[in-house]
Nanobody, 120 residues
């Protein structure tokens, strides 16, 4: 079992910045990719950014160049630095961890989310 706790959401004006954090606890030894997803009201949950072990991160086109994902493996924490925020970035942001299971499978764990509101 892996538990994920997000923090750092809040209200910010357009053009501002926020930094989200997601701390993992529990069976963190087998964590692989960690990423951020978001869901705006009335929309489906969508990928924002993923930190992949040994590979370049993945970003959604809408956030590329504005958001940066980083990871501290010693602290089992993934961060999302969000700059030049726009009202359309308003959403609940969720952290996801992919955990390797035996024999050779994976399981996804999700945090409860943190709300980001960008005012115009």
């Amino acid at each position: 079992q892996v538990q994920l706790v997000e923090s750092g959401g809040g209200l910010v004006q357009a053009g501002g910045s926020l930094r989200l954090s997601c701390a993992a606890s529990g069976n963190t030894f087998n964590i692989g990719d960690m990423g951020w997803y978001r869901q705006a009201p009335g929309n489906q949950r969508e990928l924002v950014a993923v930190s992949r072990r040994g590979l370049n991160p993945i970003y959604a086109p809408a956030v590329k160049g504005r958001f940066t994902i980083s990871r501290d493996n010693a602290r089992n924490t993934v961060y999302l630095q969000m700059n030049s925020l726009k009202p359309e970035d308003t959403a609940v942001y969720y952290c996801k961890a992919q955990v390797y299971t035996s024999p050779g499978g994976t399981m996804d764990y999700w945090g409860k989310g943190t709300l980001v509101t960008v005012s115009s």
